[in-house]
């Protein structure tokens, strides 16, 4: 067309070369034009300020804040643009020989470089006044419980000639950092903060949990008392937590409590918010910029850095989708290294603390293009073309996991199996968006998704099954493992193997389901947050059952409820379990899903919960 450049075509390999030039030519004369500049403007004593970022480009373009304390907030854009403006300026004022640089324009230039240059503002300061976080009686830390000094001092010794797990378990907490925090709690000679308080109290739960049962003889501590401290010391994180402020300075001490205070509300009964202090964490980790750490390979603090903010990073991405939010932390704003091991963590479960951040970004990924509200807006085969590229990341994670981890033993083992159930939950979530074949049923899951689904429930029942092993689980260490199983990550596969009993009448998954029930019954007796997730499967698995039986009852109305195995079929008169006459024909309405759960979000979701109930409404009666 008249008025269009010809292209010239250029040989796939000049043209690296060629780019590499001209970039090289235009910083020459970006330096030239600089110098021009300067030798102008100083003959009239008014120098313009040099620019050092390289290429050319604002500090803030760059990202990397290596050299940066925690007192990184980032730059408004009005501040970016502001430095790239003036830098442009400068070049074009350079550059026009005819405009005279005066003291006054040099001056203004100089005021404005001053101005824009953040490391000559000011400390900001809020206009309301914030609560101090030192430890005084104002916040009844004192009047507190703790275990005794001595044997406080003991624990410490131990672990100072014995490697203990916790250190393992979490790489950025170092001994010297534990034993410094317990000198200040425990013989304290000026007041400390709550964050201090809070990672003494956490590290002291961890470090008791490692005890083997000589190791607990050694350090002369009874069942009872350990018992004792075990209830007190989360008691008291929780209690702390409740005292910070809500605002409070991105220190690394106040990112490390309360991503320790997350971690402890996650496997204990406190009543602190997991998600609200892994959100507060990640906010702070932000504001330190930690998503902007540069590589230092021999700074043991970068590193410390880089640990607890891809710790974060994989918390914060797990509990997300989890929840159903989306996540604090964006992967299009991070520019820190990954975790590399053993450079970065030398332990048995580096490899695992890596693949954990590597599971969190697809969990991420999962949640943007499967379940966000914008995903939720796109057609089901362009979610189900995303679901099946996912699923094929999230195996290739799976068996690089296995590979690099198959030597793990001991008491690694529920490390392993919860990352193993973990990887079927996501896999379970993936293939939900995949529908199923040749099935219309509104409860019928694909073939993968129950697939995905039934593995994640047999492990969960096999790691159940060791704990009647001797000497290898204790009601604890059950406890816990609920925890990280089952509710820290989605655990939407009880509910694709209810739906696929619903739809199939498959008398083995509602075994399977029974079978899971009856491994959350010891947990529920001691905690809450168990005890509801208790009692919404085994609400859905007593409907499961009722629902079978009259749907035998309804198709060959010979069978008889004997002819159902035992096993999967016990009595439900006498039991505060459902009965016939008490599921009228329409069985369950919305608002009574809602009730039974007890604000419960098994991953089920509003559409499946209404169809779901829409569906039980229409089974036959038996009257």
Not at 129 to 137: F, G, Q, R
Not at 319 to 333: K, T, V
Not at 560 to 580: A, K, M, Q, R, V
Request: some cysteine; aromatic content about 6%.
């Amino acid at each position: 067309m008249p008025g269009r450049r010809t292209r010239t075509q250029v040989p796939r390999g000049q043209t690296g070369n060629r780019y590499e030039q001209t970039i090289a030519e235009l910083q020459s004369k970006v330096e030239q034009l600089s110098q021009s500049l300067q030798a102008r403007s100083g003959a009239r004593n008014g120098t313009l300020p040099t620019v050092n970022s390289p290429h050319g480009r604002p500090d803030v373009l760059t990202g990397a804040i290596g050299d940066r304390d925690t007192s990184f907030e980032g730059d408004s854009s009005f501040m970016t643009h502001s430095k790239q403006v003036t830098q442009a300026f400068e070049v074009s004022l350079a550059s026009t020989p005819q405009i005279d640089v005066d003291d006054a324009l040099s001056g203004a230039v100089a005021n404005l470089h001053k101005a824009l240059d953040s490391s000559n503002a000011p400390p900001l300061t809020p206009a309301y006044s914030v609560e101090s976080t030192e430890h005084d009686d104002c916040h009844g830390l004192s009047n507190l419980p703790l275990p005794p000094s001595d044997m406080v001092l003991r624990l410490l010794k131990r672990a100072k000639v014995e490697r203990q797990r916790i250190f393992d378990e979490v790489p950025a907490l170092e001994l010297t950092t534990v034993i410094s925090h317990c000198q200040k709690v425990f013989f304290a000679t000026e007041p400390y903060s709550i964050a201090t308080f809070i990672i003494v109290n956490v590290s002291l739960v961890l470090l008791l949990r490692g005890l083997s049962e000589g190791a607990r003889k050694e350090s002369q501590i009874g069942h009872p008392e350990l018992a004792q401290y075990l209830a007190i010391l989360p008691k008291n994180v929780d209690h702390a937590v409740r005292k910070l402020p809500l605002v409070s300075t991105h220190s690394m001490e106040n990112i490390t409590a309360l991503h320790l205070a997350c971690s402890l509300a996650i496997e204990s009964s406190i009543q602190a918010s997991p998600w609200d202090l892994i959100s507060t964490a990640a906010r702070m980790a932000l504001s330190a910029g930690l998503h902007r750490l540069a590589r230092k390979p021999d700074d043991n603090e970068q590193r410390l850095k880089r640990i607890t903010f891809w710790s974060i990073y994989a918390m914060d991405r797990s509990m997300a989708l989890s929840l159903g939010r989306a996540p604090n932390i964006q992967d299009y704003d991070i520019q820190t290294d990954r975790l590399a091991c053993p450079a970065d963590i030398d332990s048995p479960m580096g490899p695992m603390l890596a693949c954990w951040v590597e599971v969190g970004e697809l969990q991420g990924q999962a949640y943007h293009q499967l379940y966000s509200a914008h995903a939720q807006t796109q057609a089901t085969e362009t979610k189900a073309r995303a679901a099946e590229q996912l699923a094929v990341r999230c195996l290739e994670i799976q068996q690089r996991f296995r590979s690099q981890n198959a030597k793990l033993e001991g008491h690694y083992y529920e490390a392993l199996q919860v990352q193993e159930i973990g990887f079927h939950s996501l896999l379970t979530m993936i293939y939900r968006m995949v529908p199923p074949a040749d099935s219309n049923h509104p409860l019928q899951f694909g073939n993968q998704c129950i697939l995905s689904a039934r593995t994640a429930l047999n492990l969960h029942n096999r790691a159940w099954a060791k704990t009647r092993a001797p000497n290898f689980y204790t009601e604890d260490d059950w406890r816990i493992f609920v925890h990280w199983s089952t509710l820290f990550s989605p655990f939407v596969p009880f509910i694709c193997v209810f739906g696929n009993v619903i739809a199939q009448s498959d008398l083995q998954d509602l075994a399977l389901l029974g079978e899971f029930v009856s491994t959350l019954q010891s947990a529920a007796e001691t905690t809450h947050t168990v005890r509801k997730l208790h009692h919404a499967c085994s609400s859905f698995h007593q409907i499961a059952k009722v629902f079978v039986a009259r749907h035998s009852q309804h198709v060959a109305p010979s069978t008889t409820e004997t002819e159902i195995p035992s096993t999967i079929w016990p009595s439900l008169d006498g039991s505060g379990d459902f009965t016939h006459d008490q599921l009228s024909d329409n069985m369950l309405s919305q608002h009574d899903w809602d009730l039974m759960l007890s604000e419960w979000d098994l991953g089920l979701g509003t559409i499946d919960a209404r169809q779901m109930s829409s569906f039980l409404d229409l089974l036959p009666s038996t009257k």
